[in-house]
């Protein structure tokens, strides 16, 4: 459903308990944020919006932003900002969850979506 009111929420504490690989918290007529939660090892996987923009903001653990095949750290307060048509990619590098919120303009995800893993995510895109 699409949000019709304004609302503020707790995002880094939603983000923070969050265990799901992908859940969609709010979507909007034009942007929409969801959370993300990668275990350690595990990566987002190599991707490209050609019609989105992606924020991403890190709440929890370390990781790796590869952005058009260069790679650089991320952790906990870092925000990357990837423009449409930007070939992407984010991996947890530690040992715990890496935990983070992320708004695309426009909305790329249902509201509603919840996808527990990896592995649910890309069923569901297929």
């Known amino acids: 459903m699409l949000a019709t009111t304004a609302e503020t929420i707790d995002i880094v504490d939603l983000a923070k308990e969050n265990d799901a690989f992908r859940r969609e918290v709010i979507t909007g007529k034009h942007t929409q944020v969801v959370l993300m939660t990668l275990q ?18 890190f709440v929890e653990g370390e990781g790796e932003a590869i952005l058009e095949g260069q790679a650089g750290p991320v952790t906990a307060g870092d925000l990357t900002f990837v423009p449409a048509g930007t070939r992407h990619n984010f991996r947890n590098t530690g040992s715990g969850p890496l935990r983070l919120y992320t ?3 426009p909305p790329d995800h249902e509201p509603g979506t919840v996808h527990q893993t990896k592995a649910d995510a890309e069923a569901a895109e297929h």
């Open 40 to 57: 350690p090892g595990e990566e987002i996987g190599e991707e490209v919006h050609e019609e989105h923009d992606q924020t991403l903001v």
């Open 103 to 105: 708004i695309y303009g």
